[in-house]
């Protein structure tokens, strides 16, 4: 499984867009790369997934370059109820996703 | 949302006693569900792989023998540790995936915070 890497930190203030990146040199071919986010003492929550170029649903955007080694997760806005740990995980499609390995996480903090 | 439960939310026992953590998917079925431990301030840590009517898969470094892991219904996976020690004081996590849906996404239930005292 591909290995991601992300900041470990970042602050923002409510109303601004956020940006996080995530390395994945090593992206196969079949890989997709999918964001979750969790909320302190709760398990994590899917937000969104996707293989290349931009993939955007009701709560973010995924911005992958054409080389696929790194992948962008853009939150609109954020409010303070955005301060969680967003993860960038990397899978095999081929085989549905299943065995997820979690990295570092990037612990966003919104301030008011 | 496909859902998914734990039992219970929280629990704390005496060092030496077994706890057992139930997973359940309320409105799906999964052939498949995933066990983690996240210690604080750290990033889940996949414990085992549980197949429904079949042994589980275990990550190295996972005891076996102290993390039972009971897959016997498609909607129901229970983990338990057995004489559990302070050390094994953590957040259990785990997850599935609807076997009938050609999809993606993975659901995590709510977490177990165990404390072994």
């Known amino acids: 499984l591909a290995k991601t890497t992300q900041p470990i930190s970042m602050d923002s203030y409510e109303g601004q867009e956020v940006n996080i990146t995530c390395s994945h040199n090593n992206i196969a071919t079949n890989d997709y790369i999918t964001w979750y986010q969790q909320f302190p003492s709760q398990g994590p929550r899917f937000i969104i997934q996707?293989?290349?170029t931009k993939v955007t649903n009701e709560v973010a955007s995924l911005f992958i370059p054409a080389d696929r080694k790194s992948s962008t997760l853009s939150l609109p806005r954020v409010s303070l109820s955005d301060t969680a740990v967003y993860y960038c995980?990397?899978?095999?499609?081929?085989?549905?996703?299943?065995?997820?390995?979690f990295g570092t996480g990037t612990r966003l903090l919104v301030s008011p | 949302g496909a859902v998914v439960s734990q039992h219970p939310s929280r629990v704390i026992c005496k060092s030496g006693t077994s706890v057992k953590i139930e997973c359940r998917s309320l409105d799906f079925q999964a052939t498949t569900m995933f066990w983690y431990r996240q210690f604080p301030k750290k990033s889940l840590m996949l414990m085992a792989t549980?197949?429904?009517?079949?042994?589980?898969?275990?990550e190295q470094g996972v005891e076996k023998d102290k993390f039972l892991i009971n897959h016997a219904s498609l909607t129901l996976s229970t983990l338990t540790v057995t004489s559990a020690h302070p050390e094994d004081s953590s957040f259990y996590i785990c997850s599935a995936q609807d076997s009938l849906v050609a999809s993606y996404e993975q659901y995590f239930g709510p977490g177990t915070r165990l404390t072994v005292t």
């Open positions: 549980s197949n429904e009517g079949s042994k589980a898969t275990y």
């Open positions: 996707g293989y290349k």
């Open positions: 995980l990397v899978g095999d499609g081929n085989t549905g996703f299943q065995k997820l390995v």
